[in-house]
Antibody, heavy 115, light 106 residues
């Protein structure tokens, strides 16, 4: 199971930190990911972190503004979002990376960037 | 890599077969292709991984095939609960999703 939290309303240029708490699997053994869905749009990959936290990967659309991290002792990973833009408005899903696919997903948390 | 799905909308009756296409902008390894089902307000659900392997708990009405740059998701004996948007996805040095195919059950 994955449970996202931390979404909300933020002004353009602001910051927000999302959390994803995991249960029911050996969290420390798996890479984790964030995927978002803007209103009326499809799924868009945002970022991935490997199991140790030593490697991170980002979509070009968020590179330099978002960071991804994890705390294996808390079975939680995070998405720090800075310099937010209106186009970052979306439902943000966290997901577990299994065999080259995202096999466990959360239900998402809504981020709204608006003045 | 860009994934292009077709058609954008598929409207079919219960019991019919749905054939969804996903074309990559270049050849990709089959192991890296997956399909997801997404219903409004719910978490996306993994259906197929490695192009043709059903995920845990997925009924055998769902099947995936393909190689190179062309991949297909087939849903046989459509049921009302199959109404959803279906996405293909490729995982490699980056991650790409197709734009989705909406399946409507009449």
């Amino acid at each position: 199971q994955l449970l996202e939290s931390g979404g909300g309303l933020v002004q353009p240029g602001g910051s927000l930190k999302l959390s994803c708490a995991a249960s029911g699997f050996s969290f420390k053994n798996f890479a984790m990911t964030w995927v978002r869905q803007a209103p009326g749009k499809g799924l868009e990959w945002v970022a991935t972190i490997n199991n140790s936290g030593g490697s991170t990967y980002f979509a070009d659309s968020v590179k330099g503004r978002f960071t991804i991290s994890r705390d294996n002792s808390k079975k939680t990973h995070y998405l720090q979002m800075n310099s937010l833009r209106i186009e970052d408005t979306a439902v943000y899903f966290c997901a577990k990376l299994g065999a080259a696919a995202f096999d466990v997903w959360g239900r998402g948390t809504l981020v709204t960037v608006s003045s | 890599i860009v994934l292009t799905q077709s058609p954008g909308l598929l409207s079919l009756s219960p019991g019919e077969r749905a054939t969804l296409s996903c074309r990559a902008s270049e050849s990709v390894g089959s192991i890296s292709v997956a399909w997801y089902q997404h219903k409004p307000g719910q978490a996306p659900r993994l259906l197929i991984y490695g192009a043709s392997n059903r995920a845990t708990g997925i009924p055998d009405r769902f099947s995936g095939s393909g190689s190179g740059a062309d991949f297909t998701l087939t849903i046989t004996r459509l049921e009302p609960e199959d109404s959803a948007v279906y996405y293909c996805q490729q995982y490699g040095s980056s991650v790409a999703f197709g734009q989705g195919t909406k399946v409507e059950i009449k």
